[in-house]
Each structure stands twice: as C-alpha cells, then as structure tokens.
C-alpha cells in the first residue's frame, strides 16, 4: 500500500468517526437560539479532527520517512485530479440539495441550512478519499 | 470498433535486466514504485514522457516495452 493511499485511509477514518460524532451529538437547530449550540459543536469536530490527522499523519511519517518525501507521481497526481472533480459535483448536488430542503421542506432557519452545506462538504470529502482508495486498489 | 489494449513487457524485462526491481526502475524512472506495479500489471497507462524513460532504462524502443491494440494480447 503506498503512502498516499494510507493517507487516504486515514483521512476517511478520522472524517467519519468525527463527522459520526458530530451527527449523533448535533445540537437541534430547531432551538430559538442555536447558533452558539451549533458552532460550539462545529468547532470541537474539526479540532477533533484536525488533532487525529495530525497526529496520524506524523506517526505515518516517523514509520515511512522515506515513502513521505518522494513527490507525487503523475499517477497519484491524476486519481487526486479525479477524485476532486467527483467530489466537486458531491458538493454541489448536496449543497443545493440541503439548501432547497432545510428553506423549502423543513422551513428551518439560516442555521440549519449552514449545517446543511457543512454536511455537504464533509459528504464530499468522504467520497473525494473513498474515490482515491478505489483508484489506488482497483487502477484506471 | 474492436476494443484495443495496451500491454507491456515490463516484467520480462526486468528480468532480462538482472532481475531488476520494480523500485530500482521506479527511482530510475522518477515514479514510485506503486505506480511501476500499477503499469506492469495493466491497472495504469503511463505518459508518453514515462513510457520513453522506461525504455531508455530497458535500452530498447519504446514498441519493445509496450504493445498497442487487439493483437498485443498474443505476445
């Protein structure tokens, strides 16, 4: 497995645990004032997040020193290019998606269609390293 | 039109090369050795820039490395 590809591996994992924290632990936007909820909660999952990369990564780089220096070749430069454009378009549909429903099916306010698109993002980075692990396993 | 595909020889000339590894030909190609493995087994077609390099290191044309359309499947 290379380098790259155990980077992805991470970085799915530690973006679906926390976003699964996140998720379950969600303060209600349906509160009269969610906002400080919300970003409280914001906030501790990307920290969280950003503590497990972190620390993931640097283990990887103290295991496989020389595996992390070499630049990407143009094989890894290309499923990185593929998996951007098919997250792009995860982005867009979900976004546009939890827009149109948190304004015009649940009739929630700002703060839950900011959740909507937040979800949105994390929802593409999921696809954009589920894409790249596929790419990597299974070749183009 | 009938389906090509592109196939190569790699394998068999590392072998012919002093049993070469996949990441000496890696370094001295400038891939990893991920995406050497990835070409010899068919999961990736590399840039004509890289094709050249892997036949220079071979010191063969670039046609001896790989091979191109329905009846590169007999070779």
């Not at chain 1, 990407?72 to 430069?77: A, G, I, P, T, V």
């Not at chain 1, 900011?114 to 596929?134: C, N």
Request: glycine letters at 4%; charged letters at 20%; hydrophobic letters at 50%.
């Amino acid at each position: 497995m290379s380098f790259r590809e155990k980077t992805a591996w991470v970085t799915l994992c530690a973006i679906v645990a926390v976003s699964l924290l996140y998720v379950f632990h969600m303060p209600t936007p349906f509160v009269p004032n969610p906002t400080l909820h919300v970003v409280h909660a914001m906030g501790a999952s990307v920290l969280a997040y950003l503590v497990i990369e972190a620390v993931a990564w640097l283990v990887l780089r103290w295991r496989y020193p020389r595996d992390a220096r070499e630049p990407k070749d143009e094989r890894e430069k290309l499923i990185d290019l593929k998996a951007i454009r098919i997250a792009y378009y995860v982005l867009a549909t979900a976004s546009l998606l939890g827009i149109f429903i948190t304004l015009h099916v649940a009739n929630a306010g700002d703060v839950a269609m900011g959740m909507a698109v937040f979800l949105a993002f994390l929802l593409s980075q999921v696809v954009k390293h589920a894409v790249r692990i596929v790419y990597y396993r299974r070749g183009f | 039109m009938a389906p090509t595909v592109v196939t190569n020889s790699i394998r068999r000339l590392r072998f012919e090369h002093d049993e070469m590894t996949q990441q000496d030909l890696a370094e001295r190609v400038g891939v990893t050795r991920q995406t050497v493995n990835a070409i010899e087994t068919g999961k990736y077609s590399p840039s004509l820039e890289v094709a050249f390099r892997m036949a220079e290191v071979f010191g063969v044309r670039v046609d001896e490395v790989f091979h191109y359309g329905p009846a590169a499947k007999k070779r």
